[in-house]
């Protein structure tokens, strides 16, 4: 009985195990919203990049490494972390005045 309440709890706790949490940003008339996103610190995430415009651009950073066009009226998904806790700056490279920050924390 001990062990079939063991693998219960397991087989019960194994699907969130790498399980990566999960945020979005949108892109609308060339901004960035939310134009500041926290994050854990520590953990993988997943955010989802939502382009509302009917225009491609590009989310790009040095600090989280990450280059990637976002074609109009598209998303994309990226998974960045685990992160030491800090502020990540981030830009839309075809509109360069659109800027956000993601801060893990």
């Known amino acids: 009985m001990i062990r079939f309440m063991m693998c219960l709890v397991l087989s019960l706790c194994l699907p969130a195990i790498g399980r990566a949490d999960t945020f979005a940003i949108v892109i609308k008339d060339h901004q960035f919203n939310p134009p500041q996103l926290a994050i854990p610190a520590g953990r993988k995430v997943q955010i989802t990049v939502d382009n509302q415009d009917p225009t491609p651009e590009e989310?790009?950073?040095?600090?989280?490494?990450?280059?990637?066009?976002?074609?109009?009226n598209?998303?994309?998904?990226?998974?960045?972390?685990?992160?030491?806790?800090?502020k990540y700056n981030y830009w839309a490279d075809f509109h360069q005045d659109s800027k956000g920050t993601i801060v893990a924390q």
């Not at 989310?59 to 109009?72: A, I, K, M, N």
């Not at 598209?74 to 800090?86: E, M, Q």
């Open 59 to 72: 989310f790009e950073s040095f600090d989280l490494d990450r280059e990637q066009v976002v074609e109009g």
């Open 74 to 86: 598209k998303k994309i998904v990226i998974f960045i972390g685990p992160l030491k806790p800090g």
